[in-house]
C-alpha cells in the first residue's frame, strides 16, 4: 500500500488519469502487462523495444494511478520492484544489501522538488534559505549494467549483476576479463563495491558492424550491448568486447576483531569516491562535490551538450546528499532512495522526411533496407541515411516512403528512425515493399524460413562478390594495406581478381595499370599483398566471411582445428601436401559428414554450428581455402590449448603492444597474449606489467618509460610466452 508521504513525494505527471476505478484498474492492467513485457526484454533478454523516454512515461503514469486509487496497488506490482529476474543459466547471488533503482527527475523544478523534500525530511529551513550541512555531489549518469564487486583482503572473489535488487547472477568469470576490473585493489581490504559496466560508443558501433556482417539482429544501443556481453556464457566472448566499469558505491566491511558497527573509513559520498579510486578502481573523473542544488543544476546544464562528445553513452545525472549521516536519516521508499534523484535528459530527436527506401545486398547477400532522409544534424552530426533493419521492421514501426519521421541516434551512435508522424501524411505517401529479385543481379530473393532476413542466394552477385572481397582484404581479414574499395573495385570490374587467391597472383606491372597507380603505389600494394600472405589460422577463417561466424568464434574455430589437427613430423604448412590443406579437407569432410560435430567448438551452438556446415559443403566455397593453399597462404598455426582458463605464463599479467613487430601483427601479438592468459591492454597505465614494443614505438614508450613499466623486445616477449 502506498503511504501518504510516499504519494506526496511521487514526482508529478503529466499524463491524463482515468475517472472511475473501473477506467483505473483497465488501464493499470494494461500499463502493468507492457511494464513487464519491457522489463523482461530489457533486463533478461537485453532486447528492448520502448525507448528509456516512453518507458518512463508509462512507469510515471502507473505511480500516479496507484497513488489515486490505493486499492489497486498489489505486492507484485513492477512500481515496487527493481529490475528483472536473474537468468536460470546463472547461478544465484543473494544480495547482502538490496541493489535499489533511482526515482527520476526530467525538469529542474523536479529536481527542486527533491531539494525541498530532503530539506524537509531533515528539519532544515526550505530554500532559498540556506541549509547548513547539506550538500550534494553530482556525477554523470552510466547507462549500463549495474554490478555489484566483492573483494576479501583485497582479492576479487564474486561478482554479480543486480538482478530483481534482492538476488542477481553470479558473472564473476564474465567480469574477470573487463581490463579497468583489478583483480587485487592497492590495500587488503574486505569492500562490497557497485558500479556499471558498459561498453564504449565506438566498440558498440564495431560489434554492430560485425553482427550485420556475420547476418546477426543488431543489438540496440550500448547498454544492451554491454548488458548482452556481460551475460555471456562463454567469458571469451565477454573478453572479446572490451567492456569497461565505472564504480561509485562503497559498502565497508569493519575490519577483523572489531564489532559490526566499528566506524568506517569515510563518511560521505565525495569521499567514498576517493577512496575507490585510491583503491584502483576506475572512478567516473566527470564528478562535483559540496554543491548546493543550483550548483547541482548547473552541472546538469553543462552537460547536456558536451555529453554527446563523450566515449561512453551517459543519460543524465545523478544528486546525491553527500553525508551519509543524513543519507541514513533519510531512508529509504518503496524501491529508492530519498538521498538521491536521477536527471534524465530527453532523448536529442529530431523531425526530417524520408524521400526514399533503398535495399542494400550486403557480403552474406542480405537485403537491408536504409531510409535516404532529407539531411539533418542530430546529437553533433549530420545524418542522411539510417537503416531499417528489415521487412519486419519497417511493418512494425509502419514507415512510409514519403513519411515525415523523428529521427535520434540509438547510443548516440547509430542513426534511427523512431516512429513516423502519422498526423502529417498527406495520403502520398508510399508503403516500402521489399523487391522479389536482387536489386544488384535480378535472381530472385528468399527468405529464411522463420527468420527475418531476405537474401539474394546466388553467390556470384556482383553486390556480395565486392563486399565478400573488401571483407577478406580489410582489417580483420587478411589486413591488405592498400587494398581499398576504389582499388577493389578496378581489380574486380577489369577481371584481375576472380578468386580470392588471385590476390597474390598480382604482379607489379598489373598493379601500375590501375587508374593514379604509378610505380612506388603498386610496388607499395604488392608488398602489402606479399607480407598478407602469412597470417593466423583464426585470421585466414575470419576473412572466408562464413556467415554468423565473427571474429571471436574465427579465433575459437581455428584453436580446436590445432586440436583436432596435430601437426605431422616435417610436415609443411603450405602447399598441397601442407597443414592448411588438411584442414580444408577436414572441414568439408566435417560439413559433409558430421556437421554437429562444430558443436563442440567453444562458443559456437547449432545455429552456428550449421551456417559453417553449409558453407564448408556448399559449391562456390567449399573449396575456398583450397585456393588459398595453390596461391601460398602460409598460416600461423594455434597452439593447442592444454592450459586450463586463466591459466598460463602470463595469468595475472596485463601487456600493452605498440609498433611495429616483425612476426606478429597487433592482432596476433594480443591473441598470444589472450592465449597465454594474459590482458592484452589498450593503453599504458601503473597497472600495466609490460610494454612489447617494436620499431617505430611513440607515446606509448614514452610513458611506459616515464611510469617505469619494464619494456620488451620482440626476443623478450616470446620468451615471456614460452614461460622464461
Known amino acids: 500500500m502506498v503511504t501518504d508521504e510516499e504519494r506526496a513525494e511521487a514526482p508529478p505527471t503529466t499524463a491524463e488519469a482515468p475517472t472511475t476505478p473501473e477506467e483505473a484498474a483497465a488501464r493499470v492492467d494494461q500499463l502493468r502487462e507492457t511494464i513487464e513485457r519491457a522489463n523482461r526484454l530489457y533486463y533478461q533478454e537485453d532486447a528492448p523495444e520502448l525507448a528509456d523516454s516512453e518507458y518512463d512515461r508509462l512507469f510515471r503514469e502507473l505511480v500516479e494511478l496507484e497513488q489515486a486509487f490505493p486499492d489497486l496497488q498489489t505486492p507484485d506490482s513492477p512500481t515496487l520492484r527493481v529490475g528483472g529476474a536473474p537468468a536460470a543459466q546463472f547461478s544465484e547471488v543473494v544480495h547482502a544489501t538490496p541493489m535499489l533503482s533511482l526515482n527520476n527527475a526530467f525538469s529542474h523544478d523536479e529536481v527542486r522538488t527533491f531539494d525541498a523534500r530532503v530539506r524537509r525530511l531533515l528539519a532544515l529551513p526550505p530554500a532559498p534559505e540556506p541549509a547548513p550541512g547539506l550538500t550534494y555531489v553530482a556525477e554523470l549518469k552510466i547507462d549500463g549494467l549495474a554490478v555489484s564487486l566483492r573483494y576479501e583482503r583485497g582479492r576479487f572473489v564474486q561478482g554479480a549483476t543486480r538482478g530483481d535488487g534482492s538476488t542477481g547472477e553470479d558473472v564473476t568469470a564474465n567480469l574477470r576479463t573487463i581490463e579497468s576490473i583489478p583483480e587485487r585493489l592497492t590495500e587488503p581490504v574486505s569492500v562490497e563495491v557497485r558500479g556499471e ?44 568486447r572490451r567492456l569497461a566499469a565505472w564504480f561509485y558505491v562503497l559498502i565497508e566491511r569493519p575490519p577483523e576483531g572489531t564489532e559490526s558497527g566499528a566506524a568506517a573509513t569515510v563518511a560521505t559520498q565525495s569521499a567514498a569516491l576517493d577512496r575507490l579510486e585510491h583503491l584502483g578502481l576506475p572512478v567516473n573523473p566527470e564528478r562535483r562535490a559540496d554543491l548546493d542544488i543550483a550548483g547541482a543544476i548547473d552541472f546538469i546544464e553543462r552537460w547536456r551538450e558536451p555529453r554527446h562528445r ?62 535516404h532522409l532529407v539531411p ?52 502520398a505517401e508510399r508503403e516500402f515493399e521489399m523487391p522479389a529479385t536482387c536489386p544488384v543481379c535480378g535472381t530472385g530473393v528468399l527468405r529464411d524460413e522463420g527468420a527475418v532476413r531476405h537474401y539474394c542466394p546466388n553467390l556470384a552477385c556482383p553486390a556480395r562478390v565486392s563486399q565478400e572481397f573488401g571483407h577478406f582484404a580489410g582489417r580483420g581479414g587478411m589486413d591488405i594495406e592498400g587494398a581499398g574499395w576504389i582499388v577493389l573495385r578496378q581489380l574486380l570490374e577489369r577481371g584481375m581478381v576472380k578468386s580470392r587467391g588471385d590476390f597474390y597472383r598480382l604482379t607489379v606491372e598489373q598493379l601500375e595499370s590501375l587508374d593514379r597507380f604509378a610505380k612506388k603505389s603498386a610496388e607499395n600494394l604488392h608488398r602489402a599483398i606479399e607480407r598478407s600472405r602469412r597470417r593466423p589460422l583464426g585470421r585466414i577463417l575470419n576473412a572466408l566471411g562464413i556467415p554468423q561466424v565473427g571474429w571471436q568464434t574465427a579465433i575459437d574455430l581455428a584453436n580446436w582445428l590445432a586440436e583436432q589437427l596435430p601437426p605431422a613430423d616435417g610436415e609443411p604448412m603450405v602447399g598441397r601436401d601442407g597443414w592448411l ?8 569432410e566435417t560439413a559433409e559428414n558430421d556437421p554437429e560435430r562444430f558443436e563442440q567448438v567453444p562458443g559456437i551452438g547449432p545455429t552456428v554450428a550449421a551456417s559453417t556446415a553449409r558453407f564448408f559443403s556448399t559449391e562456390g566455397t567449399r573449396d575456398i581455402l583450397d585456393l588459398l593453399v595453390d596461391a601460398g597462404v602460409e598460416p600461423e598455426r594455434p597452439a593447442p590449448r592444454t592450459l586450463a582458463a586463466g591459466e598460463g605464463p602470463l595469468t595475472g599479467r596485463t601487456l600493452v603492444v605498440t609498433g611495429t613487430l616483425s612476426g606478429f601483427d597487433r592482432q596476433a601479438a594480443e591473441e598470444a597474449i589472450r592465449a597465454a592468459g594474459g590482458k592484452a591492454g589498450g593503453s599504458v597505465s601503473r597497472k600495466t606489467d609490460y610494454l612489447v614494443a617494436g620499431e617505430n614505438a611513440g607515446s606509448k614508450l614514452v610513458k611506459a618509460q616515464e611510469l617505469g613499466v619494464p619494456v620488451l623486445d620482440e626476443e623478450g616477449f616470446r620468451g615471456l610466452l614460452a614461460g622464461e
Do not use: C, M
Not at 581 to 588: G, N
Open 197 to 240: 559496466v558498459f561498453i564504449p560508443k565506438l566498440e558498440f558501433a564495431r560489434i554492430n558492424a560485425e553482427r550485420e556482417q556475420a547476418g546477426l539482429p543488431l543489438y540496440a544501443n550500448p547498454r544492451n550491448s554491454g548488458a548482452g556481453s556481460l551475460r555471456q556464457l562463454d567469458a571469451k566472448i565477454t573478453a572479446s
Open 310 to 371: 563523450l566515449p561512453y553513452e551517459t543519460d543524465g545525472v545523478v544528486v546525491k546528499v553527500d553525508d551519509f549521516v543524513q543519507q541514513r536519516t533519510l531512508g529509504l521508499v518503496a524501491r529508492a532512495p530519498r538521498w538521491a534523484i536521477a536527471y534524465k535528459y530527453p532523448p536529442e530527436q529530431v523531425e526530417t522526411l524520408v524521400e526514399d527506401i533503398v535495399v542494400y545486398v550486403g557480403r552474406t547477400g542480405t537485403l537491408t533496407p536504409v531510409a
Open 376 to 427: 539533418v544534424k542530430v546529437a553533433g552530426s549530420t545524418v542522411a541515411r539510417a537503416t531499417l533493419h528489415n521487412l519486419d521492421e519497417v511493418r512494425r514501426k509502419d514507415i512510409r516512403i514519403g513519411d515525415h519521421v523523428v529521427l535520434q541516434k540509438a547510443g548516440d551512435v547509430i542513426p534511427e528512425v523512431v516512429r513516423p508522424l502519422a498526423e502529417k501524411r498527406t495520403g
Open 581 to 588: 590443406a588438411r584442414v580444408s579437407a577436414f572441414l568439408r
